[in-house]
């Protein structure tokens, strides 16, 4: 089994910059990715970056490329998102996943309990 903790959300202006940890437990990195997806008030989730446990290689959102920067820590068994030059409409609850990869959410198996972003303007 695996287990996922985000952290890291918080209240950011427009233009500010956080950095989200998503700490795995259990099974660890078992699955062949993590993810991390996002999910607006009365809005739909979706995908935010991904990257592959083996090679270490990285796929973005139209919408944050440029300023997100998904990577991993093997030793701590961890995940992060740096997110950087953050808009209003980043804001939303953030969930790191685990699983197949891609970035579709059906290929996720492993949830986080979420972590709110609020970006002001």
């Known amino acids: 089994q695996v287990q996922l903790v985000e952290s890291g959300g918080g209240l950011v202006q427009a233009g500010g910059s956080l950095r989200l940890s998503c700490a795995a437990s259990?099974?660890?990195?078992?699955?062949?990715?993590m993810g991390w997806f996002r999910q607006a008030p009365g809005k739909e989730r979706e995908f935010v970056a991904g990257?592959?446990?083996?090679?270490?290689?990285?796929y973005y959102a139209d919408s944050v490329k440029g300023r997100f920067t998904i990577s991993r820590d093997a030793a701590k068994n961890t995940a992060f998102l740096q997110m950087n030059s953050l808009k209003p409409e980043d804001t939303a609850v953030y969930y790191c996943?685990?699983?197949?990869?891609?970035?579709?959410?059906?290929?996720?198996?492993?949830w986080g309990q979420g972590t709110q972003v609020t970006v002001s303007s």
């Open positions: 990257i592959r446990w083996s090679g270490g290689s990285t």
């Open positions: 996943a685990a699983g197949d990869g891609g970035k579709h959410g059906s290929s996720y198996y492993h």
């Open positions: 259990g099974r660890t990195f078992l699955s062949s990715a």
